[in-house]
């Protein structure tokens, strides 16, 4: 799933369009997150640096996607994580859907999907999702979920199914997973590869030493195994991951996880800037400048990883056809 943002200032709802029951019934409370204390005795200032800039959601064609996403009740990470870029990506009719409703059994500290009881699996969203797919105009679909840790196949069925309908309706269409690590189920991970994604993403999100700081229901060497798993099972499917940067771990900790990933046989990799999504959540520690980021991509690049998307606001959805291609994209 995609993790951080920025608060949201605004609903933005579209014109003349209620929220379903489902949407109303989902996710209204948020479990409280745990207060963490800086890890820097000299966080930084509120005032972001000129390369976060990101661009104001506006115009015509964001708001027909958000109309589209809304007349088919379906969820995007980019507007429940309040990602930075969902101006720039609704505005090219662009979105990363998130499956399995918007109400996470896990409650990340560095993320602003809400967390809580979900609703039962709606049987129809698959085929809203390749409607939605196809009315949008897309030919590389990226779908991601919450984590539902209360099912048996912590939803890896509904992804096989999603990635099916996208096909079946876009014969042409390329499909991105980003997927949770499902608990370690082998068989969880066996049904989506063999419903045929053209690319499966599982995001560590930070490095070994925090993992129990910034993914406490999370574990390092689980995360790599789904990926070396990815590798070793289906390697004419592409194995992707992420992670975010500024939340206090070192240069040398994120050359070793570049390390890590590049030994589970992972191709493509993004590295991003963290941001906040309110002061309950994780507190940033640094804002990584574009020059680190430059470091993180060669350095990558020179250890064999095929793509590196490395720079401040890159996000594992974002611009990903272009990660996906045979040029490396430069954010």
């Known amino acids: 799933m995609e993790p951080t943002g920025v608060p949201s200032t605004s609903s933005d709802p579209v014109e003349g ?5 489902r949407r109303n019934q989902a996710g209204e409370k948020r ?26 959601p506006s115009g015509k064609e964001y708001q027909e996607t958000k109309a589209i996403l809304r007349t088919l009740d379906l969820h995007t990470v980019c507007e429940s994580a309040n990602c930075p ?26 993320c602003d999907i809400r967390s809580g009881k979900p609703l039962p699996v709606d049987p129809d969203e698959p085929a809203r999702v390749a409607d939605a797919a196809r009315r949008l105009g897309l030919h590389y679909i990226v779908v991601t979920s919450v984590n539902r840790d209360e099912l ?60 129990k700081r910034v993914r406490p229901a999370g574990k390092y060497d689980r995360s790599l195994e789904l990926l070396h798993r990815v590798a070793s099972h289906s390697p004419a499917i592409p194995a992707k991951s992420g992670i975010m ?22 191709s493509m ?10 002061k309950s959540h994780l507190p940033l520690e640094r804002y990584v400048t574009p020059d680190e980021f430059a470091h993180y991509r060669e350095y990558g690049l020179a250890l064999g990883i ?26």
């Open 245 to 266: 940067v500024g939340i206090g771990e070192t240069v040398e900790e994120v050359e070793e996880l570049l390390r890590d990933v590049h030994a589970q046989g992972v």
């Open 85 to 110: 870029n969902i101006g720039d990506c609704f505005s090219r009719h662009t979105a990363t859907f998130l499956i399995l409703g918007n109400v996470c059994t896990r409650a990340c500290p560095f």
């Open 269 to 278: 990799v993004t590295l991003g800037q963290y941001l906040p999504p309110s």
């Open 17 to 21: 369009r209620s929220d379903s029951d």
């Open 152 to 211: 048996s196949d912590g939803g890896s069925e509904h992804f096989a199914q999603t990635i099916r309908a996208i096909h079946e309706a876009i014969p042409s269409a390329k499909v991105e997973v980003l997927i949770p690590d499902f608990l370690g189920d082998e068989a969880a991970l066996r049904t989506v590869l063999e419903a045929r994604p053209e690319v499966l993403n599982h995001n560590l999100e930070t490095v070994k030493r925090l993992y």
């Open 31 to 56: 479990k409280p997150l745990r207060q963490y204390q800086p890890l820097t005795l000299t966080p930084p200032g509120p005032r972001r640096p000129d390369w976060l800039r990101a661009r104001i």
């Open 306 to 331: 095929r793509q590196v998307a490395s720079g401040p606001l890159v996000r594992s959805s974002y611009h990903a056809e272009e990660q996906a291609g045979e040029t490396v994209f430069i954010p």
